[in-house]
């Protein structure tokens, strides 16, 4: 999904919401306590006063989101224990098939026509869930002032939030948050665009996605949604739906999702059961005992048939996704944890390797010291006149001076190569400088990923949650790598640059002082020409210049060295907390694993035990029609 697209999304709900606020009723937020002792009371108070359809749908969504709260330890246990209309609203909580159907009801009782629909939303394993083989939400369709509508009670009346477990005298506090439900009252679940919706919500009957082009489950579980995609609010096949009983509907519903995806026969043996109940409350007296035997017995084969094609998608399945559970850790969380211990291995520095470098930064502090000292007591010889007269010579003038010219030639070479070095030099060292500082900066953060990723791991989030928090630590353990070979590269090229400065000083020293050797004849036989002398001088003060330049270049390797042993404690403190950190990242992704893993199979247990009922109630049933005790 691009950028243009999520904004129009977000101020499209944004808009929706506001819409919807200003239409609420304050009265229809808390009824009297006389309204709610029953579900036709209180659709009455809730509805009587409304002029339109809408606005009665919209009052009971209002009371529904306001005072019936999700039940968080059936949510937790994976518990499908669906209760009446009643029960709900005596009890105030539920699951999202407790809210669908309480708003059903009320709806019913108010002269609307409303729909509970099943399908499937993305749970915390979004990451891995790539088969749809059963219904895991419910909410509703309405038929309000002539159009259909789709609305989300459940997740208009809160969020789910992870808190960490208190320690009791009874349970010991766990390492993991637990999912709690916080009342947070959204409208935009209330009648949204179906375009927006079918984004978060796929029905398992595809006519209760109300859009022009049917999305696919694979098109669901990979987020390609149709760019141009038109509500349809009104159809043939949806007016059926007002005919018919809800027994009816929902069988027909379940025969539709069969038919869309061939592996969801999860409210098919439920769908068949139902059916199976309306013809015997009927009591059609134009139908013969042998035909209803008939038909019954059809229903029941049939319910028992789709449970033990249910409980062959639920094993398979199950394994399927728990071993896709360990393939998403190992890529994701395992592998980051260890490269980060990897490269902790290859770079962990020990107290003695510290106390190594200290000794180097003393011995180069001594250096130093015994260069300045030497340098400060280094006598430069001074060009004097001869005490003795000599003879002109401007024979060996000529020729001293045509060595004069190669050796200037061969020092401007040479103190241009010197330039260019130290010009190198100094890109190399603010280079290196910087890629070490960008290092240890990204080492640190490190340490903040880390920590983010153990405390993500705790709070028990979603998948795509952990997976982006795993993306930045690839991301940064990939620029620590590019950086660590950076500074690798820098520092073999900061080495070798120093090796050729020495050798090209040392060439400079000895063209100086061969150029001086040939001054100081030229001196003499020129009868001491002052132009000798004050080239002399100033070759004298270049080569100070050098030895200087060198105990500079000596006191900032010092200061460098001192620098990198104070950085090397950094790092090793770093890289302690990180290790530390790791030790405990490793045992949090087995439990973090173990519990993943122990949901799907709580999971499949419940779905199970469905299955198991469905058969057993059908057979129970089968067995009373041969003894004719349910006719």
Not at 182 to 209: A, G, M
Not at 527 to 545: H, L, R
Not at 620 to 628: A, F, G, R, Y
């Amino acid at each position: 999904m691009n950028k243009s697209t999520l904004l129009t999304i977000i101020l499209f709900l944004t808009f929706n919401c506001y819409a919807q606020i200003r239409e609420v009723r304050e009265e229809a937020k808390y009824a009297p306590k006389y309204a709610t002792t029953s579900v036709t009371k209180l659709s009455s108070y809730l509805t009587d006063n409304a002029r339109s359809d809408r606005q009665k749908a919209l009052n009971i969504y209002t009371w529904i989101t306001h005072n019936i709260e999700l039940d968080i330890k059936a949510y937790n246990d994976k518990k499908q224990m669906f209760e009446s209309a009643e029960d709900i609203l005596r009890k105030r909580k539920g699951v999202s098939h407790d809210f669908a159907n309480l708003f059903l009801k009320l709806c019913e009782k108010a002269n609307i026509e409303a729909h509970l629909i099943t399908g499937h939303i993305f749970t915390d394993n979004k990451s891995i869930t790539t088969n749809f083989y059963k219904a895991n939400h419910s909410w509703n369709s309405a038929y309000l002032d002539g159009e259909w509508h789709l609305i989300d009670v459940t997740w208009g009346s809160g969020i789910i939030s992870k808190q960490q477990e208190k320690k009791s005298f009874f349970k010991k506090k766990t390492d993991f948050f637990k999912p709690q439900f916080i009342n947070k009252v959204d409208y935009s679940y209330f009648c949204p665009s179906p375009r927006i919706f079918i984004e978060t919500h796929l029905p398992s009957n595809p006519i209760w996605q109300l859009l022009e082009y049917e999305v696919t489950v694979q098109d669901f579980i990979a987020g390609n949604f149709p760019i141009v995609n038109e509500p349809i609010r009104n159809s043939p096949f949806l007016d059926e739906y007002i005919l018919l009983e809800d027994a009816e509907s929902f069988y027909i519903d379940a025969k539709n999702a069969i038919t869309y995806n061939k592996r969801n026969f999860s409210t098919m043996g439920v769908a068949s059961l139902k059916m199976a109940e309306s013809i015997l409350n009927k009591k059609d007296s134009t139908i013969t005992k042998a035909e209803l035997e008939k038909e019954l017995t059809k229903y029941y084969e049939e319910a028992t048939s789709s449970a033990y094609s249910y409980l062959r998608y639920i094993d398979i399945y199950s394994s399927i996704e728990i071993d896709a559970l360990k393939l998403w850790a190992r890529h994701y969380l395992q592998q980051p944890i260890e490269k980060r211990q990897k490269f902790i291995d290859r770079n962990w520095i020990n107290k003695e390797e510290i106390k190594t470098k200290n000794e180097e930064v003393n011995n180069a502090y001594s250096y130093y010291q015994e260069l300045k000292y030497k340098l400060g007591q280094k006598n430069y010889p001074e060009l004097r006149k001869s005490r003795r007269q000599v003879d002109y010579d401007e024979y060996y003038i000529g020729v001293q001076e045509a060595r004069l010219v190669g050796i200037d030639s061969a020092i401007a070479i040479s103190v241009q190569h010197l330039a260019t070095l130290e010009v190198e030099k100094d890109s190399i060292v603010s280079k290196l400088d910087k890629a070490s500082r960008d290092l240890r900066n990204l080492s640190a953060r490190q340490i903040k990923f880390l920590g983010r990723l153990e405390y993500l791991l705790t709070a028990n989030v979603s998948l795509n949650i952990l997976e982006h928090q795993a993306h930045q630590v690839m991301h940064v353990e990939n620029n620590i790598k590019i950086l660590s070979q950076k500074v690798k590269t820098l520092e073999k090229l900061r080495i070798d640059n120093h090796m050729v400065l020495s050798k090209r000083t040392s060439v400079l020293k000895r063209l100086y002082k061969d150029k001086q050797e040939l001054l100081k004849g030229l001196y003499i036989k020129s009868q001491s020409n002052d132009s000798y002398k004050k080239e002399y001088d100033m070759i004298t003060i270049n080569t100070k210049a050098i030895f200087n330049k060198q105990l500079d270049d000596k006191y900032h390797q010092y200061e460098k060295l001192k620098e990198h042993v104070q950085t090397l404690e950094v790092v090793m403190e770093n890289l302690s907390r990180q290790k530390e950190l790791i030790k405990r990242l490793d045992d949090i992704v087995v439990a973090f694993v173990d519990l993943k893993t122990g949901d799907i199979k709580r999971d499949a247990l419940e779905a199970k035990n469905i299955c198991d009922n469905i058969i057993q109630t059908s057979m129970q049933q089968k067995n009373s029609i041969k003894k004719n005790k349910i006719l």
